[in-house]
């Protein structure tokens, strides 16, 4: 009954430090998603995945790059944070892209850059 | 573009009183409509959806309706509990396009007190 893992579930990193957040789906979903959720903001798509091999830019890209090797891993990536990348970040899969389709999402990623 | 406005919480209840999250949508086309719930330290889970104009999503006692006419589509609840303290999303997934992402409104904090 996991659904969809991220890990880890806290990290602290200091200014230029790199780092990589993995998601994992056991449902089989052929797309998923990365946010991130700020005060005031709601969630904002970061990148996302139509499909294994695949991966496309959401709506605030900038500084993050992700792989989709296997179809159940999704991982995000942070070259060199930034302070103002301290979010919580959260992973989602889908079915399809179907629009009646919803999103399962993970318990998320707090993430401090120092 | 795509947008969903919610209203802005806090939103303070006393137990068993009835609750109206108010959500308004702009969209081309013919966009599915979301509630997600993220109780503290959880990811966001979905609450109930409509897909078509005039469709009412209903779970756990809560209930929208797709109006099309009013681009709404209200979150409303007969009697409230403590347990339902949470920050809720509205969201719509657009028809058709390359993304199919869900867009978010910013979130409304709920907050019942017994």
């Known amino acids: 009954n996991a659904g969809v893992t991220q890990t880890p579930k806290f990290r602290v990193l200091k200014t230029g430090q790199s780092m990589t957040l993995l998601c994992a789906q056991d449902?089989?979903?052929?797309?998923m998603y990365w946010y991130r959720q700020d005060p005031g903001m709601g969630l904002r798509l970061i990148h996302y995945?139509?499909?294994?091999?695949?991966?496309a830019k959401g709506e605030v890209p900038d500084g993050y790059n992700v792989s989709r090797l296997k179809k159940q891993n999704f991982l995000l990536g942070l070259e060199s944070a930034a302070p103002s990348q301290t979010s919580v970040y959260f992973c989602?899969?889908?079915?399809?892209?179907?629009?009646?389709?919803?999103?399962?999402f993970g318990d998320g990623t707090r993430l401090s850059i120092l | 573009g795509d947008s969903v406005t919610q209203m802005e919480g806090p939103v303070t209840l006393s137990e068993e009183a009835f609750l109206t999250i108010n959500c308004t949508y702009t969209?081309?086309?013919?966009?599915?409509l979301f509630w997600y719930v993220q109780y503290p330290g959880e990811g966001l889970q979905l609450l109930l959806k409509a897909t078509k104009a005039d469709d009412k999503g209903s779970n756990k006692g809560f209930e929208a309706t797709y109006r099309k006419e009013t681009t709404s589509f209200h979150l409303e609840k007969g009697s409230v509990q403590v347990s339902d303290s949470a920050v809720y999303f509205c969201?719509?997934?657009?028809?058709?396009?390359?993304?199919?992402?869900?867009?978010f409104g910013t979130g409304t904090l709920l907050a019942v007190q017994p």
């Open positions: 449902m089989n979903h052929e797309y």
């Open positions: 995945s139509v499909g294994e091999g695949t991966t």
């Open positions: 969209a081309t086309g013919y966009p599915s």
């Open positions: 969201a719509l997934r657009g028809y058709g396009g390359a993304t199919n992402k869900l867009i």
């Open positions: 989602a899969s889908s079915y399809s892209g179907v629009e009646s389709q919803p999103q399962h």
